[in-house]
């Protein structure tokens, strides 16, 4: 049983920068792909961005392209989302998510991934 714990949320002005954490525990973190989702108030839980088990393969929404950086440190067990540019509609709570890596593309839908974390708020502020 995997468990992710995600920190590093907050309040940030619009243009300002956050850095999510993603603490993981309970399996071998470089065989699972990582992921991160958000959700907002009254919307559907969406993909934001993957990174492969090992780290050489990405996958970002598009949204978020050219201002997130998703990265992992296997050696610390740790996943990182890098958030630049913050805009008004980054406000959501965001979530770490792992799935064993099995092969294939990488996961972007919520169901495809069996481990979660409670999350943590971001609010950008205009």
């Known amino acids: 049983q995997v468990q992710v714990v995600e920190s590093g949320g907050g309040l940030v002005q619009t243009g300002g920068s956050l850095r999510l954490s993603c603490a993981a525990s309970?399996?071998?973190?470089?065989?699972?792909?990582m992921g991160w989702f958000r959700q907002a108030p009254g919307k559907e839980r969406d993909f934001v961005a993957a990174i492969s088990s090992g780290g050489g393969r990405l996958s970002y929404t598009d949204p978020v392209k050219g201002r997130f950086t998703i990265s992992r440190d296997n050696a610390k067990n740790t996943v990182y989302l890098r958030m630049n540019s913050l805009k008004p509609e980054d406000t959501a709570v965001y979530y770490c998510?792992?799935?064993?890596?099995?092969?294939?593309?990488?996961?972007?839908?919520?169901?495809?991934?069996?481990?979660w974390g409670q999350g943590t708020q971001v609010t950008v502020s205009s």
């Open positions: 998510a792992a799935v064993f890596y099995s092969g294939g593309s990488l996961k972007t839908r919520p169901y495809e991934y069996d481990y």
């Open positions: 309970g399996g071998t973190f470089s065989r699972y792909v």
